[in-house]
Structure formats: structure tokens, C-alpha cells
């Protein structure tokens, strides 16, 4: 989806995900995504 620097595949929705600099949930990732940021 977005780029993003190299790292271990996710393994579960608890696991963190680095996004615009920005270490999110994959809920809150997927949140982001369904609205625009602040």
C-alpha cells in the first residue's frame, strides 16, 4: 500500500506498522486510511 522502510512481515493486527514516520496499529493504519489525516 504505502512505502514504507524494510521490515518483518506482519504477523498480527497487534503488530506495529511504520507509517509517514509514525508507528501506528493496523487499526489505526486502516483508519487513516479511510479518512483523511489531520
Do not use: D, F
Not at 504477523?11 to 489525516?37: D, R, Y
Amino acid at each position: 500500500m504505502e512505502s514504507k522502510s524494510p521490515s518483518p512481515p506482519r504477523k498480527s493486527a497487534s503488530s506495529p506498522v511504520k507509517t509517514a514516520g509514525k508507528t501506528l496499529t493496523l487499526a489505526e493504519a486502516i483508519a487513516q486510511q479511510k479518512k483523511p489525516p489531520n
